[in-house]
T-cell receptor
Framework: DVKVTQSSRYLVKRTGEKVFLECVQDMDHENMFWYRQDPGLGLRLIYFSYDVKMKEKGDIPEGYSVSREKKERFSLILESASTNQTSMYLC???????????????FGEGSRLTVL | AQSVTQLGSHVSVSEGALVLLRCNYSSSVPPYLFWYVQYPNQGLQLLLKYTSAATLVKGINGFEAEFKKSETSFHLTKPSAHMSDAAEYFCAVSGGYQKVTFGTGTKLQVIP
């Protein structure tokens, strides 16, 4: 059974703290994604990666960075957390082949981050 | 550029009634289209996808969607709603690259 695991379901951090959100997939997928989900805004793409050490900016990359040192792991980093980064963060992976967009995204259960 | 518009952030239906969730898309290339469902406190899971093989797509749990190029629509339907269908539904579009763009979601309430 395919699985995307996010390390923390709930986190509470203070403004200015550095935050790491970890995501691991066991499906040998090349592509991994980080989205944030906010009520009324749906899912918005922060960053994605189609290979180890490769990353591409999504629609809202400001204030975030990512790391992909191993194929199965994709980390989202908030260098200095702010209250407007309070949100649900969803990691996903897929087998979408380059030049095609028909692959299914497999999602983790999400990490709800509160920044005080 | 690609985008998705979901009409209606909340939809209520009676148990046993028709479910219709609306989705319109914009894409500069022939699109791939998806419907995902999210149950409370869970991630999203795929309901169905359109990849140009057939305009009427059948998915899990009795859902289906029809791709209409002339209307740039991909509406989701189910003939008879069940209580277990209560969830949030997301339409998404991909234009032949890895990036998948989601709509703002529609919460479906099923009334007994």
């Amino acid at each position: 059974d395919v699985k995307v695991t996010q390390s923390s379901r709930y986190l509470v951090k203070r403004t200015g703290e550095k935050v790491f959100l970890e995501c691991v997939q066991d499906m040998d997928h090349e592509n991994m994604f980080w989205y944030r989900q906010d009520p009324g805004l749906g899912l918005r793409l922060i960053y994605f990666s189609y290979d180890v050490k490769m990353k591409e900016k999504g629609d809202i990359p400001e204030g975030y960075s990512v790391s992909r040192e191993k194929k199965e792991r994709f980390s989202l980093i908030l260098e200095s957390a702010s209250t407007n980064q309070t949100s649900m963060y969803l990691c996903a992976s897929s087998l979408i082949r380059r030049g095609r967009g028909d692959g299914e995204l497999f999602f983790g259960e999400g990490s709800r981050l509160t920044v005080l | 550029a690609q985008s998705v518009t979901q009409l209606g952030s909340h939809v209520s239906v009676s148990e046993g009634a028709l479910v219709l969730l609306r989705c319109n898309y914009s894409s500069s290339v022939p699109p791939y289209l998806f419907w995902y469902v999210q149950y409370p406190n869970q991630g999203l899971q795929l309901l169905l996808k359109y990849t140009s093989a057939a305009t009427l797509v059948k998915g899990i749990n009795g859902f289906e969607a029809e791709f209409k190029k002339s209307e740039t629509s991909f509406h989701l339907t189910k003939p008879s709603a069940h209580m277990s269908d209560a969830a949030e539904y997301f339409c998404a579009v991909s234009g032949g690259y890895q990036k998948v763009t989601f709509g703002t979601g529609t919460k479906l309430q099923v009334i007994p």
